[in-house]
């Protein structure tokens, strides 16, 4: 965290040595991410470019509390972007389109332009809801619906049949679904 204070600072100077920090310390893990988002090595190097102007553009007048999580979110709306630009299922991006599709049942539809509560209502619901989860049940919701994981590596990576990690997704989904409705979107469900 030292390191991405000392990041920030310098992208508050406006110093490039700030991009070559964050390269060093975050661009093997934005690589990953855009790879699995994109499944195109190509697309995911220039959307790791793009996050990279897009935290140069934004960070002087935001100061993130956490240096990845902002890196992440970036890196996702860039990779979201390309999606949308090409059609994901031609050249990859599967496991992005089958996770977002689990999670189409807790997400208002983006024509419904009269929600009671703001984007920002319900970013800070989903996450006090995911960091209520127990450990194991937040690591594979992220690993899944953050990092746009495949299941099967998901179950490997926490020692997990393939069958207990859909389970547990299922359960966890529908966990955040009923804390949802609890917190006042339930006529967005």
Request: contains cysteine; glycine residues 4%.
């Amino acid at each position: 965290m030292h390191n991405d204070s000392r990041i920030i600072a310098l992208l508050q100077k406006r110093d490039e040595q700030a991009l070559n920090m964050i390269r060093a310390a975050y661009g093997k893990l934005c690589f990953r991410i855009a790879q699995r988002m994109l499944g195109n090595q190509e697309d995911a190097e220039e959307c790791v470019n793009d996050m990279l102007l897009a935290v140069w553009q934004t960070v002087p007048p935001h100061q993130p509390e956490s240096l990845e999580a902002y890196l992440v979110t970036l890196l996702r709306r860039s990779a979201m972007d390309r999606l949308r630009q090409r059609n994901s299922q031609k050249r990859g991006g599967r496991q992005l389109a089958a996770a977002l599709d689990e999670l189409s049942e807790l997400l208002p539809a983006r024509d419904n332009v009269e929600l009671e509560c703001s984007r920002r209502a319900l970013t800070k619901a989903l996450r006090k809801c995911i960091d209520g989860l127990p450990a194991k049940a937040q690591r594979v919701f992220l690993q899944r619906y953050l990092l746009a994981m495949p299941l099967q590596e998901i179950a490997a990576d926490n020692g997990m049949s393939l069958s207990a990690v859909k389970v547990l997704l299922h359960r966890t989904r529908k966990q955040m679904r009923d804390f949802l409705r609890k917190e006042g979107f339930d006529e967005q469900l």
